[in-house]
């Protein structure tokens, strides 16, 4: 990809180009902070003086021309490549990109904004890609640079709320600073809120968290995740901490076809593949595993995959004969059928 700095952009009447020119062009006469005031690319002041050159009201911006916005799309493709479905999750990712993006360009006309606030729940079951949209999205955000850093610092209860009075604070504080400039990603943050134990001191934490997410939102996104309406509860006992959270978005389990296609994912990732029994045995496995406790769609599929290769290497070794490629590449029928999940629960592999 070719190095281009801030948006591409051309006045009505002067010869166009095919790529953006390699500085931006001052604007003279339509600039507040005067004339020969050259912006960075993000619509900041250049080194010419402490107030931005925006562009003047007769010019266009092209975002096809955008070194952020190319790699905001890379992102989101990287985004569709490593996850399967999700639809609605993805379009919400595009609308909250989409709009940074938009946000962007009126800058550099000067048209004043409030920062929006991006403080997100992901709602849904383990193993539906909540994790992954989080690390997504934090690479967004610090390209459009909402966030100075990238990076997503997972917690859960046990890393923000301590056992014994003064514990909490510290212990919320800790992770906060840790997650400064970032994500800070709260998994089972429902967790948090104990209805039963009036003298629980997640509500500390919740309180102290409601205090950051206000005052560092510029510089701070905080993410709770968890089961839909455990997570439903949480806002309710706790109104201050819905009204600050705008973005909710749902992550649905995944159908028998998409694990399917997350399976053969998983399975070519690693250099093995399903023949064409095989394929057809994982198709029954699922059909009997979503139906039992404790499914975890995407993990327990990764799971199930890391015990088909047990029982193909205990299938290997007694062969007692020299392998080919194609024995170490091939899970196969009776390798996927060995788990217990088809004989009931009498054996555990």
Do not use: C, W
Not at 14 to 39: L, M
Not at 248 to 256: L, M, P, R, T
Not at 299 to 320: G, W
């Amino acid at each position: 990809m070719s190095q281009r700095s801030g948006f591409g952009f051309y006045r009505p009447g002067a010869p166009s180009s095919s790529s953006p020119p390699s500085s931006p062009p001052s604007a003279t006469g339509a600039t507040p902070g005067g004339a020969g005031h050259e912006p960075g690319p993000d619509g900041s002041a250049g080194s010419g003086g402490t107030e931005p050159a925006y562009l003047p009201d007769d010019a266009h911006i092209d975002l096809a021309h955008d070194e952020v916005a190319t790699r905001v799309h890379e992102t989101l493709a990287r985004l569709d490549d490593e996850l399967v479905g999700l639809g609605s999750v993805k379009q919400r990712v595009r609308e909250i990109a989409s709009l940074l993006l938009v946000d962007r360009a009126r800058e550099r006309f000067g048209l004043t904004t409030s920062k929006p606030t991006l403080h997100m729940s992901f709602t849904g079951g383990p193993g539906t890609g909540k994790t992954t949209v989080a690390l997504r999205m934090a690479e967004i955000l610090h390209a459009l640079g909402y966030l100075r850093s990238p990076k997503v610092h997972a917690v859960t209860r046990d890393d923000l709320v301590g056992q014994f009075i003064g514990q909490t604070a510290p212990k919320t504080k800790e992770a906060i600073a840790k997650a400064a400039g970032g994500v800070l990603f709260i998994d089972e943050a429902y967790a948090l809120f104990r209805a039963e134990n009036e003298r629980d001191y997640g509500q500390e934490a919740i309180e102290i968290l409601l205090t950051e997410m206000e005052n560092e939102r510029g510089s701070l996104v905080v993410i709770f995740a968890g089961y839909a309406d455990r997570m439903g509860d949480l806002f309710a006992a706790n109104p201050g901490l819905s009204s600050r959270v705008p973005h909710h978005i749902a992550f649905g389990d995944y159908s028998a076809d998409e694990l399917m296609q997350i399976a053969e994912r998983m399975v070519t990732k690693e250099n093995f593949t399903f023949d064409e029994e095989s394929r057809a045995a994982f198709g029954d496995y699922l059909a009997i595993r979503m139906t039992k406790p404790n499914f975890s769609n995407a993990r327990s599929v990764r799971n199930a995959i890391e015990r088909t290769r047990l029982r193909q290497a205990r299938r290997l070794v007694a062969l007692d004969r020299p392998l080919g490629k194609a024995d170490l590449t091939t899970l196969t029928a009776e390798d996927v059928r060995g788990s217990s999940h088809f004989e009931g629960q009498a054996r555990r592999n």
